[in-house]
């Protein structure tokens, strides 16, 4: 059976470069970015030259347009977001923003994922890793602690209906 290829043309680069992928992946992974900042990302990284790793001008009302937002303004919300969670920069141009992505963030949230997947295939997948990702979720207690204090604690309320209210 003959092998089939791939023919591309020369000189027009591949659309889905491997570190927009990964910039998109950290970000989808990092529990920090919001739901609508990936979609603003991956609307951006569309909009993204291969060669120089730089958007050409968009303006808000584009994105907004192309991840189905209604407002101007809650691009611009994500946009600053994602600047502070360290994904992306931009200047402004006279009527819109040429964007520039940071990939160097994607390679340290990439290499933290692959350490916990290491970690986590070793051996005991209830052993905590050595290695986590901040995250702002707080951590709750096991349920079994909490359910053996609820049990107490009906048991002894039955007890004093059961006794007319004595202790």
């Known amino acids: 059976m003959p092998r089939l290829s791939v023919i591309r043309p020369k000189g027009k680069p591949n659309p889905y470069t491997s570190p927009k992928l990964n910039l998109l992946k950290a970000a989808r992974f990092d529990r920090t970015v919001s739901d609508f900042e990936n979609r603003v990302l991956a609307a951006l990284t569309d909009h993204m030259n291969n060669h120089t790793g730089q958007t050409w001008p968009v303006a808000d009302e584009t994105i907004a347009l192309e991840v189905g937002s209604k407002w101007k303004r809650s691009v611009t919300r994500a946009r600053i977001g994602l600047r502070d969670k360290g994904y992306i920069t931009w200047h402004r ?3 819109s923003n040429v964007y520039g ?4 963030k994607a ?5 933290m994922l692959t350490a916990l997947k290491k970690n986590n295939s070793r051996g005991d997948s ?9 995250s702002p979720i707080p951590v709750i207690s096991s349920v079994k602690e909490e359910s053996t204090k609820v049990e107490a604690l009906s048991r002894e309320r039955r007890l004093r209906v059961v006794n007319g209210g004595a202790a």
């Open 101 to 104: 992505f940071n990939f160097a």
């Open 93 to 95: 141009t006279r009527t």
């Open 107 to 111: 390679k340290t949230v990439l290499a």
């Open 126 to 134: 209830r052993r905590t890793p050595e290695v986590t990702l901040v």
